[in-house]
Every structure is written in C-alpha cells, then in structure tokens.
C-alpha cells in the first residue's frame, strides 16, 4: 500500500483524516466462538446477563451504604454523651 504524504502540492499540510477517509476498513468475517455467539444472539445473552449483575451490585452497595447513614444515626442519637466528649 503506497502512502500519501502528508502535504499536497501547494505545501499546505492536510489533515490526518483525509489521508485515511478514502482507505477500505478491513473487515474479516467472525471466526470460532464469536459466530456461534453471532449466530444464535447469545451475545446479547450474556452481554444481558453483566448489566443486571452490575446493576445488581451497584444496587447492593447503595443499600448497604444507606443501612450503615442509618445505623451511625442510630448509635449517635443514643450515645450523645460518648458524642460530647469525642468533640472536646
């Protein structure tokens, strides 16, 4: 594949996307587990099944944090003289 140079004629630089803006994408077609994963829509199974675990733990993580605001309320509403004496 010859290369173009990165200048035209008049001297002036072009832009690195016009050099490539004509150039083919290679393509190739899947190969092995990705056409089986293509072929069935398993992909979008399994691709599917990682958001709900991320979104499972996100939801996980945003209740454990919300127990424990509740939890360090509690305790400081009923030790307020173990409170006073820490600020001093």
Do not use: C, H
């Not at 004629?9 to 803006?21: Q, S």
């Not at 994963?37 to 992909?43: G, H, I, Q, S, V």
């Amino acid at each position: 594949m010859k290369l173009q140079a990165l200048t035209d004629t008049a001297g002036i630089a072009t832009p690195y996307d016009t050099i490539w803006a004509t150039a083919a994408v290679p393509t190739k077609p899947p190969q092995g587990i990705e056409r089986i994963m293509l072929a069935e829509d398993k992909l979008y199974v399994v691709l599917a099944v990682v958001l709900i675990i991320w979104f499972g733990l996100i939801l996980f993580i945003f209740r454990t944090d919300r127990k424990l605001d509740r939890l360090e309320r509690t305790l400081q509403e009923r030790l307020p003289e173990a409170n006073t004496g820490l600020s001093s």
